[in-house]
């Protein structure tokens, strides 16, 4: 199995880091993509290794896509080929979570409307306005779409993503 | 099940912050105890709650105790309270796991002498001196100790976490 993490500089820090080490608990392959190759800086100073420039992920090479958020998908979003990425896993129905800010990535390209999510109490205006159908819960899962709103989140978050990542298995 | 984490100001951040969110994915109650009420801060800017005094905890109340790094355990080494803590854990052989400078707890404790232990490497003199039986590996179990050298074995560390834990359930 192998996951894909998307983000930028001005990653929260611990919605990157916590399911990048629990998927390599899990045995998960993890691949870091942001837009230049060398490293991404986290808000808190975590330094973190871009493993793909996001010009060289093929989206079919991995089980699920993590959407971190932080200040990071302000700058995500505007990736023709992030939201390329990011309708390519919806098309195959394959397993995207996002968290906190991460959701802004999924309404630049299109992909929440009429979709159950939630998301970084911030959010919520523009994730109204793009048509999704917003729940204020510590996750949300609707289909192979699973959102949480925050770091305190992140057992939820976690929870659903293995889940979800064991069914595919079987 | 629950589990207690011993820190201080200073902590090295994902070292706390990966454990217990883990723990909570899995259900697991998790206390944050140090010398004082309030909350602790890590190195990264992360702020914890304290849920308990360290002199409030009685042992008996968790399956494990988890010591992570930075510069907090310098601190927990001094506390007559927390070494007695940790002694406790080991009276009873329930799982103890320390990463990085964690283990620097447990040779003030008194406990490593004659155990395979890794620890981060500016504490393998000392580790060595306090008649530990020190491996370079991103995990070690020796019975019930658990040790990991540093953030990048996080995921080595909890998966030896989780095993411990699932066969002290069944």
Sequence with gaps: MRALIISADNFEDSELLVPYYRLKEEGIEVDVASMNPGSIKGKHGYEVKVTKALKEVNAGDYNILILPGGRAPEEVRKEKTALDLARSFFEKNRPVA???????????????????VTCYKSVVPEMKEAGARYEDAEVVVDNNLITSRQPSDLPAFMREIMKKLKSKKT
Excluded at 98 to 116: D, E, F, M, P, W
């Design 98 to 116: 996002a968290i906190c800010h991460g959701g802004q990535t999924l309404i630049s390209a299109g992909l929440v409307k009429g979709r159950r």
